[in-house]
């Protein structure tokens, strides 16, 4: 049998996402408002209409729509109707539940848990032993801004590491940040703001956002990729990112092996979203992030990483792959290649990082 939901006030915005998971869930929700129009109440399966919850009808009205709604639970996503609801079920409908506890303190232990998640950030991996004098750690509610900004984008790169770029960019000389492979924007978002904190440079996000540069020779993938709106991954890439660009961020939308020809001192990007951005041509920090076939990884590494600086640190991300091994084959031969300039390198969940010697 399905269960029916009453929301209320169901104009709120965590009531119309209540709403929609529901729904996805096979779940009949009805909407509930105390104004005398309310436009939410267009998405919803059914639509009854409330008193203000100081008003003293308000316990029996709401009864009334349980009994008139056959209503199984109710999901209140404001602080004090919560409370007055739970009051009214346990004296009058007990059988109905209250969905989940009070909205204010589930916020609350969010960011609680946010707080501690930033200060074990903080704390620093103990191990690294990077070149160059170390900034200051980004600590306290800057810290557990960026964590909190970066989470509310979706995308593969881990809590791990997260906390090693974090760490990185304490040690980074002035120079560019170069990503190849943003997609949604993910690890740009972290890197640009930490960019901002320590001032270290322009950020250059490089991704041809075209479904035929998805394929990577692994069947799997291949056939999830083909099925990828590439044109929406951009638009919400430019999404994610214009809030915090700052002027200091723009991409390259094509293969980085053509941005690789322009790129060089004085290069410049100009974009309807982000407008003008001028790069140094030296690069601090390079992430290759893109198609991670062989070829693909080869090509990436061997027209960018030249242009890194003494100090500057190169990721090769999903060293550790489930789905193939060009990363760790490209990975392995640059460590082997430049042992001699190499001053550390380490893996932090699947990244593989390289830090060059300050002094080569």
């Known amino acids: ?20 998971l529901a729904a996805e869930r096979g779940q009949r929700v009805v909407g509930a408002s105390s104004l005398g129009f309310d436009p939410a109440s267009q998405v919803y399966d059914a639509w009854e209409y409330l008193p203000y919850v100081h008003e003293g009808h308000f316990a029996e009205a709401l009864k009334a729509v349980v009994q008139r709604q056959n209503i199984s639970a109710i999901y209140a996503p404001h602080e004090v109707v919560w409370g007055v609801i739970s009051a009214a079920a346990q004296q009058h ?37 990077l070149e ?11 810290l557990s801004g960026l964590l909190r900004t970066v989470d ?22 002035r120079g560019d940040i170069v990503e190849i492979g ?17 001032a270290i440079g322009n950020l250059l996000c490089i991704d041809p956002w075209q479904s035929e540069n998805l394929a990577q020779g692994v069947a799997v993938l291949d056939q999830a990729s ?26 390259f939308r094509g293969e980085s092996q053509v941005a690789a020809q322009a790129y060089g001192a004085g290069f410049e990007v100009v974009s309807e979203t982000f407008g003008t951005v001028a790069y140094d041509g030296r690069i601090a920090l390079l992430h290759i992030d893109g198609n991670h076939s062989l070829d693909n990884v080869c090509g990436d590494a061997r027209v960018w990483t030249p242009h890194v600086m003494p ?33 550390y390198s380490f893996v ?4 593989l990082f390289i830090q060059l010697k300050v002094s080569p």
């Open 1 to 20: 049998m399905t269960e029916t939901v009453l929301v209320f006030p169901a104009g709120l915005p965590d009531g119309l996402k209540y709403r929609a």
């Open 93 to 129: 409908f007990p059988e109905v539940r209250v969905m989940g506890a009070s909205p204010l303190r589930a916020k609350e232990k969010d960011y609680r848990a946010l707080h501690d998640k930033a200060a074990a950030v903080a704390a620093g991996p103990d191990w690294l032993a």
């Open 132 to 142: 160059g004098a170390a900034r200051p750690r980004v600590s306290g509610a800057r």
């Open 152 to 173: 509310q984008i979706a995308g593969m790169t881990d809590d791990d590491k997260i906390r090693a770029i974090i760490e990185v960019f304490r040690y980074l000389p």
């Open 182 to 198: 943003s997609w949604w924007g993910r690890s740009a978002a972290l890197m640009v703001l930490l960019s901002q904190y320590y």
């Open 226 to 251: 083909a099925a990828m709106d590439t044109d929406e991954a951009f638009r919400i890439f430019q999404t994610n990112l214009v809030p915090l660009a700052g002027g200091r961020l723009n991409y």
């Open 311 to 343: 100090g500057g640190v190169i990721i090769f991300d999903d060293y550790v792959w489930a789905f193939g091994d060009g990363p760790k084959c490209v990975g392995d031969a640059f460590l082997e290649a430049h042992a001699e300039r190499i001053a």
């Open 348 to 351: 932090m969940g699947t990244a």
